[in-house]
């Protein structure tokens, strides 16, 4: 990586709440963001320039910033056009992640020149490309994006059917591009963690497993009915 802003074989917290969710909110997402630091977490991902803004104020850790937005029709939604790339940009994040798989998107803009633009105007910024494939992670790479992380793999059509953390397509691509290889999505124990680490992983984003209690509290609740067995 061109800088030191994410050390190797380190935590990243996932920060984010969406609107339904019982802790949305930037001061909760800030004390979120700092219990992670407490934690030993080393880079916090977040969502909303007001989020990103909330979080600089009480950690310094580098931040990659995303901003959410779903435009009718498109199914690109993670910092889709210059618009967010532009919020996340003024919020202070050191790192802005984008979708960079190969769906349609918003602006009619292609990938290579939405990277291309986004190196133009800000060249401060590190660009993480959040991908679903191999192909999808080369082709990026090709483009000259700072980051390769595997967000979106389950998540789109071509990957629905897909088990996540894919420790696969990380080893795959830690063996043929020269950029960093986030790991990120499905990881739910130390022990994934340990072996995304070990498959090839700079370093891994967690999320829920740490960061969306209600889903950590359904973990216990749903072995209840077993208790009778």
Known sequence: MKTNLIKKHSLIVSCQALADEPLHGS???AKMALAALQGGAQGIRANSAADIKAIKEVVDLPVIGIVKKEYNGYPVYITPTMAEVDEVAASGAEIIAIDATDRERPDDNCLASFVAAIRDKYPELLIMADISTYEEGVAAANMGVDIVSTTLCGYTEQTKDTKIPNFKLVRQLANTIEQPIICEG?????KQFLKALKS???ACVVGSAITRPQ?????????IPDASN
């Open 27 to 29: 001061e909760i997402m």
């Open 186 to 190: 499905g990881i739910q124990s130390p």
């Open 200 to 202: 090839g992983a700079y």
């Open 215 to 223: 889903l950590i509290t359904k973990k216990f609740t749903d072995v």
